[in-house]
């Protein structure tokens, strides 16, 4: 209920400015198709109620509603009604009439589409009827050159209003599909790339590199008994300590490189344009980096990466090969004592990766 309030709310707020400036500049065109037929008093206080205060007593009657969106879709129906009035009240004056009940019309399609264009027909009907019953039958088909003038604001300045305001609706509904587009894409926990979308990039990447004769490197990183570390202190430690990797990760890494939570201890990064000896550089940065971790109220928590590489090469029939000979070096650093990078050469051997002190 409240996220539908939340949204009823905002629906309100952009709604009154438009209705802000359609009726102050309608009631221009309804004033000047009015004052030829010299009405009652009391037509002219509720032409300037309507036309002035109308659109705010609107605005907070829906903000103090507690179906903010019910209530303001009745009020565009009252909208309509008193377009229909005011309609009659003219006598059914061309310009001004036409220009009103279109404009009332555009307002109801824009905000609720065929149904409300319907309910708004029906209520313009009624208010029609309602002047009528006021104020009398009567036609009025000739618009004098003040009354085309006093139409041109609302031909001209309201739907460039309307306009703008589906323009930023336009530009929200843009903004929050690339947020969810982006929460789909991305690991809740690490805020890195799931497995799913870091699979779909590999596949790109592996293409591109076969392609375009590139060189890349994957990297496949498990955390060194991360089971044991959830078991000893619990699974808060463990997220943080999947948080921090993700951290180094971020940090280490450059701006196109990819990165992804593979599975739930295990990461994969792609690294574009990279030779072995220049990924296990980097690798090997990270794993002292994440090795030097501290927790004040774990002091006694240590972390070591076991870590495999593998360079894309020309014979690697599908992106899953690559991946596959990244897996047999991370597997080959475990069985060595992990804490360690690994990386397998053109030959298929193993080979750990170590740089003098």
Not at 183 to 199: A, E, F, I, P, V
Not at 220 to 244: E, M, P, Q, T, W
Not at 271 to 300: F, I, S
Not at 304 to 316: K, N, P, Q, T, V
Request: glycine share 8%; net charge positive.
């Amino acid at each position: 209920m409240d996220n539908k309030r939340g949204k009823g709310l905002s629906f309100v707020r952009r709604i009154h400015a438009p209705r802000t400036i359609g009726m102050g500049i309608g009631l221009l065109g309804v004033y000047a198709g009015m004052l030829p037929l010299d009405p009652p008093a009391w037509v002219w206080v509720a032409m300037f109620i309507n036309g002035l205060a109308w659109p705010h007593i609107a605005y907070f009657v829906g903000l103090r509603s507690r179906s903010p969106y019910q209530t303001e879709q009745r009020s565009l129906l009252i909208d309509s009604l008193t377009g229909g009035f005011w309609t009659a009240a003219m006598h059914f004056n061309p310009l001004p009439s036409i220009t009103i009940l279109s404009m009332m019309t555009m307002n109801n399609v824009a905000a609720g589409g065929q149904r409300l264009f319907l309910r708004g027909a029906l209520a313009q009907v009624c208010g029609i009827l309602l002047g009528m019953a006021l104020l009398g039958p009567g036609l009025q088909l000739v618009s004098t050159t003040q009354q085309v003038y006093a139409c041109l604001p609302m031909l001209t300045l309201y739907p460039l209003a309307l306009g703008w305001v589906c323009y930023r609706l336009a530009i929200q509904l843009s903004e929050h599909k690339r947020s969810l587009s982006a929460l789909s894409r991305t690991d809740s926990l690490t805020g890195l790339l799931n497995h799913g979308s870091w699979k779909d990039l590999l596949q790109l990447k592996f293409q591109n590199c076969q392609q375009q004769r590139r060189s890349a490197v994957i990297a496949i990183i498990d955390i060194d008994h991360f089971k044991r570390i959830n078991d000893s202190y619990g699974h808060v430690a463990g997220d943080a300590v999947l948080r921090h990797l993700s951290k180094e990760l971020k940090i280490s890494l450059r701006e196109n490189d990819l990165a992804g939570r593979y599975g739930g201890d295990e990461f994969c990064v792609i690294l574009p344009d990279t030779t072995l000896p220049q990924a296990g550089r980097l690798m090997e940065h990270l794993r002292e980096r994440v090795a030097a971790y501290r927790d004040d109220a774990l002091p006694e928590l240590r972390i070591s990466l076991s870590i495999g590489l593998a360079l894309c090469r020309s014979d690697f029939d599908d992106p899953v090969a690559w991946l596959n000979e990244a897996d047999r070096a991370l597997y080959s650093a475990k069985n060595n004592g992990r804490d360690q990078v690994n990386f397998a050469d053109d030959g298929g051997a193993t080979t750990r990766v170590a740089y003098p002190e």
